[in-house]
């Protein structure tokens, strides 16, 4: 069983940063994928980005090169790093986890934070 935690939404000016944060409990963290998705108003949850147990990413195209998911398996810790911030990136964002699944579909996570607010300004 893992539970995840996000925490660093915020409102935030177009071409701002911001950082999140997802703290997982459990002593197998190392050994899973753990991935973001965002869900704007109306919309369908999307996949944003992930990083395997070994370490490797994978991006959407739409965040490529402004964000950068990392983890440090000593603090039991994701993060997401959002640079260059658009309009289009607010949504509420999801830490997702699972011990065999690393694809981009939210349906086959097992496990799920309960989100952060991520509002950019114009």
């Known amino acids: 069983q893992v539970q995840l935690v996000e925490s660093g939404g915020g409102l935030v000016q177009a071409g701002g940063s911001l950082r999140l944060s997802c703290a997982a409990s459990?002593?197998?963290?190392?050994?899973?994928?753990m991935a973001w998705f965002r869900q704007a108003p109306g919309k369908g949850r999307e996949f944003v980005a992930r990083?395997?147990?070994?370490?490797?990413?994978y991006y959407a195209d739409s965040v490529k090169g402004r964000f950068t998911i990392s983890r440090d398996n000593a603090k039991n810790t994701v993060y997401l790093q959002m640079n260059s911030l658009k309009p289009e990136d607010t949504a509420a964002y999801y830490c997702?986890?699972?011990?065999?699944?690393?694809?981009?579909?939210?349906?086959?996570?097992?496990?799920w934070g309960q989100g952060t607010q991520v509002t950019v300004s114009s």
């Open positions: 459990g002593r197998t963290f190392s050994n899973y994928a």
């Open positions: 997702a986890a699972d011990p065999n699944y690393t694809g981009t579909d939210s349906r086959e996570y097992d496990y």
């Open positions: 990083i395997r147990s070994g370490g490797s990413t």
